[in-house]
Antibody, heavy 116, light 108 residues
Framework: EVQLLESGGGLVQPGGSLRLSCAAS????????MSWVRQAPGQGLEWVSS????????YYADSVKGRFTISRDNSKSTLYLQMNSLGADDTAVYYC?????????WGQGALVTVSS | EIVMTQSPATLSVSPGERATLSCRAS??????LAWYQQKPGQAPRLLIY???TRATGIPARFSGSGSGTEFTLTISSLQSEDFAVYYC??????????FGQGTKVEIK
């Protein structure tokens, strides 16, 4: 069974940093592009970032470019999202998703709250 | 950036009835459109990609149609588990893969 399990969410002060992780299992991680999609409270879905299977290609939404960094460790079947210079607008549930640009399988999400 | 507009915002339907959801793109996205279902407190689930291809395990009562700028998701006979929010997403001009604002299907 394909599973994606996010971790690393929590409360962070404005201007702070946080790193999300997504542990994957049940499929060949190194063969799959991966994505992060977020959802602000009560709002719709917003694509954040994607990475190619080997990690040599990364893509970002304009809203996070220069602040967020997506990466992966294929030896650990784990996807990461390093988030810096966080602001209130970054408060959201962050979902890890298999494949890109169509997200075929989604994790349960990690809540990131940016507040003082 | 391509803007995706879904209508209606809320659709009230009785169980067993047909539901028709619309998604319009601000410019042509060919058939590069996906539909997702999200139930309260849960992650989204992929229903349809390529405008009309059902994802693995999706029941046949879900069907997608359209191309260019106009798309439709049809649920032929609503079941209790189908009451949810539905999002469309274009991926013709990617990145970014822009989503619509969602249509909530509620019990009438």
């Amino acid at each position: 069974e394909v599973q994606l399990l996010e971790s690393g969410g929590g409360l962070v002060q404005p201007g702070g940093s946080l790193r999300l992780s997504c542990a994957a299992s049940g499929f060949t991680f190194s063969s799959s592009a991966m994505s992060w999609v977020r959802q602000a409270p009560g709002q719709g879905l917003e694509w954040v970032s994607s990475i190619t299977p080997s990690g040599d290609g990364t893509y970002y939404a304009d809203s996070v470019k220069g602040r967020f960094t997506i990466s992966r460790d294929n030896s650990k079947s784990t996807l990461y999202l390093q988030m810096n210079s966080l602001g209130a607008d970054d408060t959201a549930v962050y979902y890890c998703a298999k494949d890109s640009p169509v997200a075929t399988i989604w994790g349960q999400g990690a809540l990131v709250t940016v507040s003082s | 950036e391509i803007v995706m507009t879904q209508s209606p915002a809320t659709l009230s339907v009785s169980p067993g009835e047909r539901a028709t959801l619309s998604c319009r793109a601000s410019q042509s996205v060919s058939s590069n459109l996906a539909w997702y279902q999200q139930k309260p407190g849960q992650a989204p689930r992929l229903l349809i990609y390529g405008a009309s291809t059902r994802a693995t395990g999706i029941p046949a009562r879900f069907s997608g149609s359209g191309s260019g700028t106009e798309f439709t998701l049809t649920i032929s006979s609503l079941q209790s588990e189908d009451f949810a929010v539905y999002y469309c997403q274009q991926y013709n001009k990617w990145p970014p893969g822009t989503f619509g604002q969602g249509t909530k299907v509620e019990i009438k």
